[in-house]
């Protein structure tokens, strides 16, 4: 076990939840105004973006670094 397949292995997982969370949102907000009410979770999108983004490359500088 290594710590760069640690990161690449957390780096992936992160990346796959986040487009899941993304593409879950888009696919129900598609279906009509009706599921406004329950996509209340939209403002932590971004959110959950900027922090995968940013843990990418805080890994990279660090392992790399």
Do not use: C
């Amino acid at each position: 076990f290594s710590l760069s397949l640690f990161l690449a292995f957390f780096g992936t997982a992160m990346n796959s939840f986040v487009h899941t969370v993304m593409y879950a949102y888009y696919g129900l907000s598609s279906i009509g105004p009706h599921m406004r009410p329950y996509l209340w979770w939209k403002r932590y999108i971004t959110k959950l973006q900027l922090v995968d983004v940013f843990s990418s490359v805080f890994m990279f500088i660090v392992y790399e670094g």
